[in-house]
């Protein structure tokens, strides 16, 4: 595909003759570009409509056409499709291998002499891993020049490669690092991949792009003890890495040949950098690398490393509904200890029957796609195309309460039905509707601040990230221990459930409060809209 890492190396090697740019075609025309005034520099703006560029001075800047087919929003939905379904296949690929070795615990406890818990920290680091990363590559991927589709490859390149000592790793020491380094080099793929869904769609059609997203980034740890478990039974635990290897190798070739570029602000800056050389003596530039050239480092680094903490514990909202968040993903992280615990340990159930099971949690996210998406349709989109009107952000939480109820729920559930005489489906039925709850309250929250906080919005998924990670992983360390020592054991989960969902229907209050007094609560606000 044009504009993929093959056609740029191809165009590279070709000194240009091979996947010519239309800039540097037979025929081509520099436009003849106007501005409203050449000496107002405030005057010149970007119209997005008719001109390719318009000018400030001596100097042009470039902007998309309405029509622009370079413009990702102006992609064939054939296209976009496509982009959409390698954004899917990239954080199922790099995602799986969260919790693909878990089910090789209890073996690579006895390969290295460490307690269970020692073992369960290399999951752990790799969710730390994966919330340190978008603070600092995240921003990078905003910049003009450098753009999405090199840190999507770069960086799932570096893992992959990574990946061949992780699974020869000699000790916890070597395994603990590797995962942490892959944890960082894999966080594009989550935390950017909305932001590449965001290039293509309109705002009204963005909420069922994000959907289907989030089965994948469910469906990526959920499906690791699935597929770990067959190759830690039938070889050995090194195998769960070999495997995860070859599927992230199989991605990283399709998207080597496929994937394009996606963010506006990158492929603009290069239409700059070319229309630079066809025509050295006018400067030629965008209003984002403008942007970023105003900016000292000082004040990079502030955007980059502070302002997402800055936000979480100085905006109320935010902090509450990172909490939320937080724990809702940590209780998923939480099923990698208990599901073992209940149907290896109570049921009896081999590595392979106990992966099994947590194809329900798979189940559960596809149910809540199906569920959630005709919803959005009816009370958001519909209203937007049609009326042109854009709902009130509350509607997300009053959309979000569904979630909020069913998931601890679906927790008290799961530990009072985990039982030697209660039929092991019913855990399974359990563990698919605390996905299809948390599925609600994941896609209703990242709606609510992005309506909430558009302006700062990077800031603010960065800061979610790392407050949602590192929740995540701390949680599996001590959940075993947790429901060993609450007991009993004939309900070996029952009474750490029970916190753990008492904590859950304590959170019902967040999107209640916000349903009423949100708006009140963002009024004085620096940061909302």
Request: proline share 6%.
């Amino acid at each position: 595909m044009e504009g993929s890492v093959f056609a740029q190396i191809v165009n590279f090697a070709s000194f240009g003759k091979l996947y010519t740019c239309r800039e540097f075609q037979p025929g081509y025309e520099i436009p003849d570009f106007s501005s409203p005034s050449e000496t107002d520099p405030e005057k010149a703006h970007s119209d997005g409509s008719t001109n390719t560029t318009v000018i400030s001075g001596s100097t042009v800047f470039v902007t998309f056409t309405k029509d622009d087919p370079e413009n990702p929003k102006n992609w064939s939905t054939t296209k976009k499709v496509f982009v959409t379904v390698q954004i899917l296949l990239l954080t199922f690929a790099m995602y799986v291998g969260s919790s693909i070795y878990t089910p090789a615990i209890a073996e690579i406890s006895e390969d290295y002499g460490i307690s269970t818990v020692a073992a369960i920290t290399p999951l752990s680091v790799f969710v730390f891993g994966y919330g340190v990363g978008p603070i600092v590559l995240s921003p990078l991927s905003e910049h003009p020049a450098i753009g999405r589709l090199w840190i999507y490859m770069v960086c799932q390149g570096i893992s992959i490669c990574l990946m061949v000592p992780l699974a020869l790793a000699p000790n916890l020491g070597a395994m603990l690092a590797l995962r942490f380094i892959m944890g960082i080099t894999v966080s594009p793929a989550l935390a950017t991949g909305g932001a590449t869904l965001g290039d293509m769609y309109e705002i009204a059609y963005l909420p069922f792009a994000l959907a289907f997203w989030s089965i994948s980034a469910i469906c990526g740890p959920v499906f690791g003890p699935v597929l770990g478990g067959v190759f830690a039974q039938v070889l050995n635990w090194h195998w769960t890495i070999w495997i995860w290897m070859i599927i992230a190798a199989a991605v990283f070739v399709f998207l080597f040949f496929c994937f394009p570029e996606t963010s506006g602000a990158h492929i603009l800056h290069n239409r700059a950098r070319r229309l630079q050389k066809i025509n050295p003596s006018v400067k030629y530039t965008t209003e984002s690398d403008e942007e970023w050239r105003a900016m000292s480092n000082k004040e990079v680094a502030y955007q980059i490393l502070l302002r997402p903490l800055v936000i979480i514990f100085s905006e109320p909202i935010v902090f509450f509904l990172d909490a939320y968040i937080g724990l809702s993903y940590a209780i998923l992280y939480t099923w990698f200890e208990a599901f073992p615990m209940v149907f290896s340990e109570l049921h009896g159930f081999n590595l392979i029957q106990t992966g099994l099971t947590y194809l329900g949690l798979i189940v559960g996210g596809l149910l809540a796609a199906f569920l959630y998406i005709p919803v959005v349709y009816k009370t958001f989109t519909k209203p937007v195309v049609e009326r042109g009107e854009f709902p009130p952000v509350a509607l997300f939480m009053k959309i979000a309460l569904f979630g909020a109820i069913l998931f601890p729920i679906s927790i008290f559930m799961f530990g009072w039905t985990s039982h030697k005489n209660v039929h092991w489906i019913v855990p399974v039925i359990a563990g698919m509707l605390n996905v299809l709850g948390q599925y609600f309250i994941f896609q209703t929250v990242f709606n609510y601040l992005s309506g909430s906080y558009h302006r700062f919005i990077a800031s603010v998924f960065a800061g979610n990230g790392l407050f949602r990670s590192g929740m995540a992983g701390a949680f599996p360390l001590f959940a075993r221990a947790m429901f060993v020592k609450l007991g009993p054991d004939s309900f070996p989960v029952g009474f750490g459930c029970t916190l753990l969902g008492c904590l859950s229907a304590l959170m019902i209050l967040i999107p209640i409060v916000l349903i009423r007094y949100g708006e009140r609560l963002k009024g004085g606000s620096k940061w909302a809209n």
